[in-house]
């Protein structure tokens, strides 16, 4: 008989607490609470799909709200998309979602995304759009969807049969990758290229720029707090094969790609530059900032910093540096490569390094040695190396070597000012890096950029 009384009163009381639950109110102060008033955007490429945003209802009444609609203000002309719990705002129905519900102490989820209509400028064009709840009580509430669009150029697959001119002040989307056949030579100047995931660049001829930057296309953050643009390993970078001669990099930026550079091997030719730079970033990449297998390259007032391998790879063959930067503070991995290495060798290949030539550079980093140099096993490979005014944070060869270290400031973890010290700003919470000198820096006359 209590058995009875006891899962009676069970019943009664969930009974009474569904009939809470259910009841709704439509007096016009009750109203609904939003995460946020207005859904800020990353700016997106105009035609192209953004990430998806998310935005919480809540009901904090005392009773039910129902919802007679929610609809975005300017219909389907903006480019957002808005999904409602599950219910899609479909364009061909008004962009309106009508007859929901929202219970005493629950909430609704909504999804927003843009697809941009081109907007025929060359600026990013601000896009806003209301988000309008049409409560029951006649009440409307609304939230604020504010985006960004910019008109790009995109080519996809595209290869470079004949010498060819790519300019443009509208920034660029390369799908797939862009091929330069041997016979040919690429040009580009004044443009930004936005490489998607596993696009690169493979050059057979020769390819020429002059202040470009090469970045991964992601314009949206993987955090509040950092943009995919501070994430290494975006796009493939770019691809010198062995025949490919007299490449030509100018104030040029490569950021974010798995091995920035790599220059295949071939037969050493001391007479034609595989590959000159000049002016040039090559920062935060997921592998190599510059590889040269066998080849003759030439450095000047150049910045390379921050790869999870080397900074720069030198595997025999002839590389003249002069007036550079390698700063090796690598933020996504502990096992980071060191900021140079050089050899004679590679695997079970022996590459002669007729020279590597370090001139007025800074070759600096977290670890207590940043520089590797090797030696190949069969002692006749040729292995010529000099430094000259040139700051190295690595242990100062016990005997004293004038021949090959001229000038040499020897970093250790014990200097007053070594390693980041020497910079404007390593903002390691944030991942953001200026390497130009500090007045305190004791390297001051080296590096790219001098005080």
């Not at 009384?5 to 709704?24: E, G, P, Q, R, T």
């Not at 935005?55 to 389907?76: E, F, M, P, T």
């Not at 061909?92 to 979602?97: D, E």
Request: aromatic fraction near 10%.
């Amino acid at each position: 008989m209590m058995k009875r009384i006891f899962l009676f009163l069970i019943a009664m009381a969930m009974l009474v607490a569904c009939n809470d639950n259910d009841s709704f109110t439509a007096s016009p102060s009750a109203r609904l609470t939003f995460s946020t008033d207005t859904v800020k955007l990353d700016t997106v490429f105009s035609t192209i799909g953004s990430a998806t945003y998310t935005l919480w209802v809540y009901n904090n009444a005392s009773d039910g709200i129902k919802i007679k609609s929610v609809r975005l203000r300017q219909g389907n002309q903006t480019g957002f998309r808005v999904n409602v719990d599950g219910s899609y705002l479909d364009n061909t129905l008004g962009s309106v979602v009508n007859n929901l519900e929202v219970r005493k102490g629950d909430s609704l989820r909504v999804f927003v995304e843009i697809t941009a209509p081109e907007n025929m400028q060359e600026l990013p064009k601000t896009i806003e759009d209301d988000l309008i709840f049409a409560l029951e009580s006649g009440v409307e509430q609304r939230v604020c969807l504010h985006g960004c669009a910019w008109d790009a150029l995109q080519l996809r697959n595209l290869v470079v049969s004949h010498d060819t001119l790519i300019q443009s002040f509208k920034p660029i989307i390369i799908y797939g990758g862009i091929k330069v056949d041997s016979a040919a030579t690429l040009t580009i100047r004044n443009t930004t290229l936005y490489f998607h995931d596993q696009a690169g660049i493979d050059v057979y001829g020769t390819l020429s720029t002059d202040s470009v930057l090469m970045r991964g296309d992601r314009l949206d953050h993987m955090f509040s707090y950092l943009p995919y643009d501070r994430v290494s390993g975006q796009w493939r970078g770019l691809q010198f094969h062995s025949s490919s001669f007299g490449n030509t990099l100018i104030n040029t930026e490569i950021r974010n790609a798995e091995d920035a550079i790599v220059c295949d091997s071939s037969s050493l030719d001391s007479q034609h530059r595989r590959l000159y730079m000049e002016r040039c970033i090559v920062h935060n990449n997921k592998g190599v900032g510059l590889e040269a297998n066998n080849a003759y390259v030439g450095l000047l007032n150049c910045q390379f910093s921050n790869t999870l391998k080397e900074c720069v790879a030198v595997y025999g063959g002839a590389v003249i540096m002069h007036n550079c930067t390698l700063a090796q503070f690598y933020p996504f991995s502990a096992d980071r490569g060191p900021a140079l290495r050089f050899c004679n060798f590679k695997g079970e290949n022996n590459y002669p390094l007729e020279a590597f030539t370090c001139i007025n550079s800074i070759i600096t980093g977290y670890a207590d040695d940043v520089i590797m140099g090797e030696m190949a096993s069969d002692s006749t490979v040729t292995y010529n190396f000099y430094f000259e005014n040139c700051l190295l944070r690595t242990p100062q060869p016990e005997e004293a070597d004038t021949i090959s270290f001229v000038n040499v400031l020897w970093e250790t973890p014990k200097d007053s000012v070594q390693g980041k010290q020497h910079f404007r700003l390593i903002d390691e919470d944030n991942l953001q890096y200026d390497f130009h000198l500090d007045s305190l820096s004791t390297a001051k006359g080296m590096g790219c950029y001098p005080l």
